[in-house]
């Protein structure tokens, strides 16, 4: 069985995804069918399949969630020893060698990869150059605009 990285942020906002769904959304989407059911003819009645349809991808959403979490492995990078080294869960500043653009990245499970926050995938073209590489490395990059050069510049070992 494959393993999936996750970071210990990443499983804690699992594991409230899926207490939410179960403890407040699955109640309401439950109430909501029952309520539906109280207006008669199944057939026409549009609020009642709304309710199901919801119902589905709540279901849907908790096995999800469960089966990634069943096959999860939790990496708590603040138990790594602070070193030079780009792993899984560093964050990492690296600065594009043409245009001098500084950024600083953390490198996360795919579940918790949201660029907008900073976080990339351990499988983006971006981690899988950096990772394993050390401070002052200069990294070629395969972009669809071409091969991008970064510099790392610092690397920290924390959540």
Request: glycine share 8%; no cysteine.
């Amino acid at each position: 069985m494959q393993k999936n990285p996750m970071t210990v942020e990443g499983e804690a906002a699992l594991r409230a995804e899926v207490d939410s769904l179960k403890k407040h959304d699955r109640p309401k989407v439950i109430e909501a069918i029952a309520e539906a059911r109280e207006h008669g003819d199944l057939k026409e009645n549009a609020e009642y399949h709304a309710a199901r349809e919801q119902q589905g991808f709540i279901e849907g959403r908790i096995q999800d969630i469960e089966g990634k979490l069943s096959t999860a492995q939790i990496i708590d990078i603040s138990k790594i020893p602070p070193g030079d080294r780009v792993i899984f869960g560093s964050k990492v500043t690296i600065l594009n060698v043409e245009t001098d653009q500084q950024v600083t990245y953390r490198i996360v499970g795919d579940d918790e990869a949201n660029v907008k926050e900073g976080k990339i995938s351990y499988q983006s073209p971006i981690a899988r150059g950096l990772i394993g590489k050390e401070i002052g490395d200069v990294v070629v990059v395969k972009t669809p605009g071409g091969d991008v050069e970064y510099e790392i510049d610092d690397v920290v070992y924390s959540a």
